[in-house]
């Protein structure tokens, strides 16, 4: 007896593996990040590259078993972005950031339909800004969704321009003025308020990436993946 599903997938990352094959880390509606081997993968690993649409196949003997995958292709979300490398770090930082903060196995259809979402925005105009807040959706679904609607300390929701660090709470202009210095700047298009300019961005990227770095790494003492990393310093040098 042996266990199958079938079903469309993302691709999130590959490893190398022997030398023809790689172990796939996929990303389903109803598996969750979920590794597999892929046989005599090595030649045709453009395929496999992550933020690529595959119809993935997989088969084992037990549940616990790694597995092995029969992928076919559905879209090259990667080579659309070619010619965009600033938007291509960015498909690749939210690839690594789902296969290393979410639990293997584990269902997450919201994740992936954002994901999907996000694919499918990385191509047309105010990606940057669609890519922060799917940041923020990841903060959620980890556990620690920002509270962005009111003031933690006047509990009004006018002129929010500041984040506590510790709690995820916005603070307005005005209760800010005491502990300024120490506070994450929150940007007016998290809010619906303004535009997202190159510095609201980076603002947004240092605002979820604080929290994804306590929340999702704190534990592991290990720092956010190296491809969130590049996407952030290429971006920062981009609008410099």
């Known amino acids: 007896m042996s266990l199958e599903w079938c079903e469309s997938a993302i691709v999130l990352d590959a490893r190398p593996h022997g030398e023809a094959s790689v172990v796939a880390t996929l990303l389903t509606a109803s598996h969750g990040a979920h590794a597999g081997l892929v046989q005599a993968a090595r030649g045709r690993r453009g395929g496999i590259q992550p933020g690529n649409r595959v119809l993935a196949r997989w088969r084992a003997r037990l549940p616990e078993h790694l597995g092995n995958y029969t992928l076919e292709p559905e ?22 950031l789902i296969a290393v903060s979410t639990p293997e196995r584990e269902p997450h259809p919201g994740l992936y339909e954002a994901t999907l979402a996000l694919i499918e925005t990385l191509p047309g105009q105010a990606w940057d800004a669609a890519y922060v807040a799917w940041e923020l959706g990841l903060l959620r679904l980890l556990g620690f969704g920002l509270d962005l609607t009111r003031c933690a300390a006047t509990g009004i929701n006018d002129r929010l321009t ?8 916005a603070i307005s202009e005005s209760a800010a003025e005491p502990w300024r210095a120490r506070l994450l700047r929150l940007p007016g298009f998290l809010i619906g308020q303004g535009s997202a300019d190159p510095p609201d961005i980076a603002d947004g990227l240092a605002l979820t990436g604080h929290f994804l770095e306590r929340v999702a790494f704190a534990a592991t003492h290990s720092p956010l ?8 310093e290429a971006y920062g040098r981009s609008s410099a």
């Open 75 to 96: 879209a090259n979300g990667a080579a659309a972005l070619m010619d965009r490398p600033l938007r291509l770090l960015a498909l690749q930082s939210a690839c690594s």
């Open 162 to 169: 500041y984040v506590s660090p510790r709690t995820g709470r």
């Open 225 to 232: 993946p190296a491809a969130r990393t590049r996407f952030v």
